[in-house]
């Protein structure tokens, strides 16, 4: 069983920055998605299982970054210049392939991230 967890959600100020966490208990593909009440769940960004190729978001592109610390099995994804818009819960996800998709196996439980304006 592989497992997630995320956490390093808040409360943020427009324009403000903030750095989510995701422990992954095995070397696999990784991404971020987030889901806003009402709304589907939506790609954010991911990383490759090599890490030799990442994804993004155009409505984050720019402004989110994805990244991983291996001997930490931690994913994280920075996020700067955050818009009210970014408001949602953020989910990681990993996967045995080559890169992450909705269909992938293993999911976080989900952090909250809100962004005040």
């Known amino acids: 069983q592989v497992q997630l967890v995320e956490s390093g959600g808040g409360l943020v100020q427009a324009g403000g920055s903030l750095r989510l966490s995701c422990t992954v208990s095995?070397?696999?593909?990784v991404a971020w998605f987030r889901q806003a009440p009402g709304q589907e769940r939506e790609f954010v960004a991911s990383?490759?299982?090599?890490?030799?190729?990442?994804y993004y978001a155009d409505a984050v592109k720019g402004r989110f970054t994805i990244s991983r610390d291996r001997p930490k099995n931690t994913v994280y994804l920075q996020m700067n210049s955050l818009k009210p818009e970014d408001t949602a819960v953020y989910y990681c996800?990993?996967?045995?392939?080559?890169?992450?998709?909705?269909?992938?196996?293993?999911w976080g439980q989900g952090t909250q991230v809100t962004v005040s304006s």
């Open positions: 990383m490759s299982r090599s890490g030799t190729i990442t």
């Open positions: 996800a990993a996967d045995p392939g080559t890169m992450v998709t909705m269909r992938s196996p293993y």
């Open positions: 095995a070397a696999y593909a």
